[in-house]
């Protein structure tokens, strides 16, 4: 489960990810299956997912894996690798095939 207090800081990364503004995050996206994939905007089902995961990092920040939706899977074996750091600045880390 991702905790509410982080939930604005994640959903912003998320929504310029979905809007492929992290080209460099979207290779796994791209490679997805057979002909790639295409993510649209991600529900608040991510939340409390049995995929999400947040963990407290030694800094005081978080962080934080939550599984991605596409057009054909909801959700796909691609998740989004979030750090947050102590100030609650979110920035995406990776996304990858669980």
């Known amino acids: ?3 509410v207090e ?7 990364r998320l929504e310029r990810l979905v809007a492929g503004e992290l080209p460099e995050h979207l290779v796994w996206v791209r490679n997805y299956g057979t002909s790639g994939a ?4 991600q529900p ?3 939340w409390e997912h049995p995929g999400s995961d947040t963990v407290p990092t ?12 596409t057009e054909t899977e909801s959700p796909s074996d691609l998740s989004a690798e979030i750090v947050i750091d102590a100030t ?3 920035t995406v ?3 990858h095939v669980l």
């Open 38 to 41: 295409a993510l649209v905007p």
């Open 1 to 3: 489960m991702v905790p």
């Open 88 to 90: 609650g600045t979110a």
């Open 58 to 69: 030694d800094d005081g920040g978080w962080h934080v894996v939550v599984p991605l939706f």
């Open 93 to 95: 880390y990776d996304v």
């Open 44 to 46: 608040d089902l991510i």
């Open 6 to 12: 982080l939930r604005a800081a994640v959903r912003s």
